[in-house]
């Protein structure tokens, strides 16, 4: 790829190749930030796009749903009952600094201090179609 460009497998790749100065930057997810920090390498954060007049920074939460028509709903449904129960969020913030999917539940490390990209359902809806063309033109490898 130009420039150097590295696409790496997972993100554990991309914190611990920063992070051990293998390359100067890594766009990656946030709890990734907090897990190489919990691991001491001297990294930063950089929220792109956020003079006047720039999008902002995309800001990508969890979600959980049921799928129409899954084999077991049950137990999907006591699964999603689970992960939403306070215990399973506080798991999921504490060791996978994830943004908690209740509003209610405060997470111990907010990501706050950037603009955020102002988008609407709507918008993202409109971008499913030729997203999925994209996945599908990209392959099975991404």
Excluded: M
Aim: aromatic share 8%.
């Amino acid at each position: 790829y130009a420039n150097g460009l590295k696409i790496l497998p997972d993100n554990a790749d991309v914190w611990q190749g920063v992070g051990r100065g293998e390359f100067a930057i890594g766009l990656t997810n946030s709890p990734n930030y907090f897990l190489a920090r919990k691991a001491h390498y001297p990294v930063g954060v950089v929220y792109p796009d956020q003079n006047e007049g720039e999008v902002g920074t995309l800001l990508n939460l969890n979600a959980i749903a049921l799928v129409k028509g899954a084999q077991h709903p049950e137990a999907a449904k006591r699964f999603i009952d689970f992960v939403l129960s306070p215990s399973a969020q506080r798991i999921l913030i504490d060791r996978g600094y994830e943004i908690p999917l209740k509003p209610d539940i405060i997470d111990p490390v907010p990501l706050t201090g950037f603009r955020r990209t102002p988008v609407t359902e709507e918008q993202l809806a409109e971008l499913a179609e030729p997203t999925l063309k994209l996945l599908a033109q990209i392959g099975p490898e991404w």
